[in-house]
């Protein structure tokens, strides 16, 4: 299927309320046989990361590349391992998925992913990130 323009809203959340976040960037959005594909680029400060997310009912995997880049998989009721690949080097992580979550096509929809990040052995950060998007005015 072809890929449709889109505005993209991201809404980051941890469990200190003080340290949710929120943007809006343009993307893509291509609908797949088993759910959707976005394609974003996010900015924080002067680094733009690119990131590819496929999604489907219960399973997520998110390519996010530039300084800082990772692959993520997010299977409900499953830890995975992956790394974390920063300017300083490899940091292990494992991300256990507690809902992954979607509803939508091409035209709108969203994602809602819940889970705990564990980086390097440090106590687990349970996050949710929801990401809504409409297919954007020609």
């Not at 960037?25 to 759910?35: D, K, Q, S």
């Not at 590349?65 to 490899?90: H, I, K, N």
């Amino acid at each position: 299927m072809d890929a449709k323009r889109a505005i993209i809203r991201i809404r980051t959340e941890t469990d200190d309320p003080a340290a949710a976040a929120e943007t809006s960037v343009a993307g893509e959005i291509t609908r797949t046989p088993e759910g959707v594909l976005l394609h974003y680029t996010e900015y924080l400060e002067e680094d733009a990361t690119r990131v590819r997310l496929h999604a489907r009912p219960g399973r997520a995997l998110m390519r996010r590349e530039g300084d800082w880049s990772t692959v993520l998989r997010f299977d409900e009721g499953v830890r995975r391992e992956s790394r974390y690949q920063t300017p300083f080097g490899a940091l292990a992580v494992a991300v256990c998925a507690r809902e992954v979550w979607l509803e939508g096509d091409e035209e709108a929809g969203t994602l809602r992913l819940d889970y705990e990040l564990l980086l390097a052995g440090n106590e687990p950060d349970r996050r949710r990130l929801t990401i809504r998007w409409e297919a954007a005015p020609c």
